[in-house]
C-alpha cells in the first residue's frame, strides 16, 4: 500500500487483493511516525451508524497525505489542525488496535468536514444514528478541537434531528465563544437566510436526514 510497506495477504482476504484498511493503517501510520485517527464516515461505521457504507477508510492526519489504492481497498486522507487534541478510542482488530475518534468527536467532524461526508443531509441522517450514544459534556471538549462555526453548525442540526437535549450544553459553549453570525452551508450565500438565534446560524441550505 505505500511505498516500502508490505501488507501479507491471508486467504480470506484474497478477494480485496489487500488487507482491511484498518488492520494495516495502525502500522503504515507508526512507521512513518504520524499521528492519525480513523475519522468521519469510517469512524461512524464502529459506533453503528452505518446508513451508507462509505467507498473508502477515512483519516486524520496533521498534514496533507496521497490517498492509497490497494487492491480493492481505498484509503483517503483529511487534514485534522490540533489531531493531537482530538478526542480516539482503541478499537481491537484481527490485527491489533485502530484509533477511532470518539463518537463526539466523529460529530463535530462530520459537521466541519460536510463534503467529505456526502453533505449536510447525509450528516444529518448519521448525526440521527450517533446522537443516543453522544455525551453532552464530552461533545463540549470535543468541540473545544475546532473552529467555533462547527459548534454552531452541528447544534442546529442535532436539534434538527430531534436531539435537542444532547446540544443543551453546547449552546452555552455557542453563546460564550460565537462573535458572530455563521451560515450552515459556508459555500451558499446567505444573504436575506433565516437565523437561528439559539446558534448565531444564517439557515441558508434545507437538511433533511434520512428515516
Not at 495477504?9 to 501510520?29: G, S
Not at 483529511?78 to 466523529?106: C, H, M, Q, W, Y
Not at 462547527?150 to 455557542?174: D, I, P, T
Request: hydrophobic share 45%.
Amino acid at each position: 500500500p505505500a511505498r516500502g510497506f508490505y501488507v501479507i495477504i491471508p486467504p480470506e482476504y484474497q478477494r480485496l487483493r489487500c488487507l482491511p484498511a484498518d488492520q494495516f493503517i495502525p502500522a503504515l501510520m507508526e512507521s512513518h511516525g504520524l499521528r492519525y485517527y480513523a475519522g468521519l464516515l469510517s469512524a461512524a461505521q464502529y459506533y453503528g451508524a452505518a446508513h451508507h457504507r462509505p467507498q473508502e477508510f477515512q483519516v486524520a492526519v496533521a498534514r496533507s497525505r496521497r490517498a492509497i489504492s490497494c487492491g480493492a481497498v481505498r484509503v483517503s486522507f483529511f487534514i485534522r489542525k490540533r489531531i493531537g487534541d482530538v478526542p480516539v478510542r482503541s478499537v481491537n482488530t484481527p490485527r491489533g488496535t485502530v484509533l477511532v475518534s470518539t463518537v463526539e468527536a466523529t460529530s463535530v467532524d462530520l459537521v466541519g468536514y460536510a463534503h467529505h461526508a456526502g453533505g449536510l443531509d447525509q450528516v444529518a441522517t448519521v448525526l440521527s444514528e450517533l446522537a443516543e450514544q453522544i455525551d453532552p459534556q464530552l461533545l463540549v471538549a470535543a468541540v473545544g478541537t475546532a473552529p467555533v462555526p462547527w459548534a454552531q453548525r452541528l447544534g442546529y442540526l442535532l436539534e434538527l434531528v430531534g436531539a435537542g437535549e444532547k446540544a443543551a450544553a453546547l449552546k452555552s459553549y455557542v453563546r460564550e465563544h460565537a462573535r458572530d453570525a455563521t451560515p450552515l452551508l459556508p459555500a451558499a450565500p446567505h444573504e436575506g437566510a433565516e437565523r437561528s438565534p439559539d446558534w448565531k446560524l444564517y439557515v441558508n441550505a434545507t437538511v433533511e436526514a434520512e428515516a
